[in-house]
């Protein structure tokens, strides 16, 4: 692996993780909007608010580093990508004010007006966010983003059979996993209906998020035939993997088995995502674009990796404290 | 490579930039400043046993909550637009000053974590522990600011790399980079305001509740231990002022001739206080003899270099940079005044000045504070035009090109708008103390 290739690698860490933790997140918002009406909703959207209220801003610094390493390592790709797709990365950014501060303030309002009204904004975000970022993946996978500045089509690059597709199934994906991971907290707390309900949807939302995978094969097949060639060649063991671990993670909700579920829920999302990577290798900007032209300079990429290195030492200890101070004193009050 | 005609856009970006930083760095104070605050307060708190210390710790970790929350993802929108909007920057000099950002995002990330267990923690770890994980908000809070602050100074007083022929970066050194000319005395600034700004908004807040007749131990308290900090800060900010004015001087003297509304090099020059500059010159200015001089130089005959010596387009926006100057100097002077005031009566009596004008006056300093900050700022950003990388980049050729680019300035306003209002109510809510929880606890657990 080349140096470029490493720091490419922990950027791409970065995004599995704000993925499967801010994708949980977007999803807890999805259920919310699909509770229904405010008494029948209220048990659902209590185990959300329980479940993300400590984590949701941890979870969103993802997002953040990913960029702030593209940016710094990848410079010129990165300014192409971002200048093409500002539209849907605007909105998305948009979507991450109004569902933060709307889940942020809710909590703080009295009348039962604002509260719905910070709710509805809350969960709206929380579809539209994911959809947007993956309707940016779609438009960079799909070969929509030429190099240079502002150089492709600010409309067509992300409304687009591709951009539709991954947009459609980031919030599929956030949807399951957000459901599979409330199961767990659910059956902690002891809300064993809860629980069940929750399981309901993540069966569902795995079925048709799986379905809806396979027939995206034909769009990607039709409209990004470099992406399809290369899931379908390179990267097939990958896929094959995603979906073994799928069909793993159902069968483990099936069974009520959630930690396991979670696990194999992780994996599966993972290793779609590795497939994209895979699929699209070795470009950056398909087709155009490979990660080593994209590389900037040899001192910034090694600056890169020693923070990258030592940023984590610090970090992860961390994360890994709130996680578990979060899921133990959840524990400690039932 | 980029090829950027002035495409429209530039103005618009502009004032989308300004808006969105203007709005994110009052709650980066409270993200750099309040933890600190709020810490000793509660180890104050515990220590005395003290309910009072201890309730007021409580209520403001809970207004830190919403503070982090908004200055999240009012940065999150920063971190899209630094690349959206200024993307020839970006391209050309992403890998010498982009590496600051990186290490802001995990400083910030620290800070995320700290705060989900600070407020989540409050009643379940001991409190011993509970004061421990404050720490770390602290320190990152610190190092997240040093880290964007000297992005900014890179900015100002770009380092760190060297140009080909073409103008091309060649050997980038990321950690040079961070540390220009400009770096220690800028962050060394933000870090103080940070505190100034905090620490009078929260004094401001309890002298209007005193004003309204609440003068009980909670609201003596709540006013005197953030009055107190700011009160600390104040005049060390003061000489902070002067020694970055001394490095704008050294290395930007088109923006310190701006600050001044000087045209002529001048020996002995004086210090302009107001006016309008109009055709060249400066009008209706009060001028203190040899005080610029004196200032810059610390020598009454020293030279000032005017913006006659700078070509007609390389020369910033005079009346906004001298005005915005003026106004952090002349607001930073009047909060001196009264911080001078309090310490002055704490010091002889042990007590609160007892007139009602000391209270009227804490209610006023913490808007106070922050427009100085923002005037410093604009200072700052506008004095540096037409350059975004001093001497280097003008900030035409960073803007992006895109069509339809303008709108989001207008998505922009309309977005921050709702969220002022929506910062603002809940704000309110909590200084009234009603039952509220912050964004990171959780129903139910008091
Ligand atoms: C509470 C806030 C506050 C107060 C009271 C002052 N300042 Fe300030 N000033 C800032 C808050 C600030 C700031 C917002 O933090 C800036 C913007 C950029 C920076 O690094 O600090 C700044 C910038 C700034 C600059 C421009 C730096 C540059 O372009 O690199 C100068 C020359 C001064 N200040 C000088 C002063 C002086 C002489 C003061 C004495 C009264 C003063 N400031 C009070
Ligand atoms: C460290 C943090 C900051 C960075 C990296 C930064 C960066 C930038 C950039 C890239 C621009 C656009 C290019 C330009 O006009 O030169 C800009 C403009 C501007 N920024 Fe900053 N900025 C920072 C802090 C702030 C803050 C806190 C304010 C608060 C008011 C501010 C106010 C402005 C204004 C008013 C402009 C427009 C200047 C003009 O075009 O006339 N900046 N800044
Ligand atoms: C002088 C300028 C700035 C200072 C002092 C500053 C400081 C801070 C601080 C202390 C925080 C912690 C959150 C909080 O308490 O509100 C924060 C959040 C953030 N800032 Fe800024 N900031 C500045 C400018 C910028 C700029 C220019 C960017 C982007 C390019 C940026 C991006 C962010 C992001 C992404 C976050 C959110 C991180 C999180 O979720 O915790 N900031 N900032």
Redesign the interface.
Known sequence: MTLAEVVLGAAFLGLVAYALFGGADFGGGIWDLTAGGTERGRAVR?RV??SI??????N??W???V???L???F??A???A???L??P??LA??G???R??A???R????TLGMRRFFGAAFALSSLLTPFFFGAVVGGVASGRVPP???AGD?VASWANPTSMLGGVLAVLVCAYLAAVFLCGDARRDGQDDLAAAFRTRALGAGLVTGAVGLAGIAVLRADAPLLFEGLTGRGLPVVLASVAAGLTALVLLWTRRYTAARIASALAVAAILTGWAVGQYPYLLPASVTVEEAA??R??LQ??LV??SV?SV??VP??V??YV??QR?TD??T | MWEVVDSGNLLFARNQMALSLGWHIVFACFGIAFPAIVVFTEWLGHRRGDPVLSGLARTWAKAMGVLFAAGAVSGTLLSFEMGILWPGLMDRFGEVFGFPFVLEGFAFFVEAIFVGVYLFGWNRLSPRAHMLSALPMVVAGVAGAFFVVSANAWMNNPVGFSLDADGNVVDARPWAAMFSPSTWPQFTHMWLAAFMVTGFLVASVYAVGMLRGRRDRHHRLGLLIPLAVAAIATPVQIGVGDWIANTVADNQPAKLAAMEGQYETTAGAGLSIGGIYVDDELRYALEIPYGLSLLVHHDPDGVVPGLEEFPADQRPPVNVVHLAYNAMVLIGTALLGLAGWFGLVWWRRRRLPRTDWFLRAVAVSGVGAVVAMEAGWITTEVGRQPWIVYGLMRTEDAVSPAAGLAWGLVAVVAVYAVLTVFTVIVLRRLARGRETLAPQEQEGVR
């Open positions: 209590e608010e329980r209220g400590p984590v949701w801003e941890a969103h610094v997002l953040i580093f960029m702030v390493v940016w710094t390592g410079s010129g990165f300014a192409a971002v200048t093409t500002y539209v990365l605007t950014a948009f991450i004010i109004g933060g501060a889940f942020a303030y909590k703080s309002v009295g240079g500045i502002a600010v900037t300079g001192a910034t600056a890169l923070a990258l940023g610090v970090l961390c994360l404290y709130l101070l979060f004193a400690a009050r």
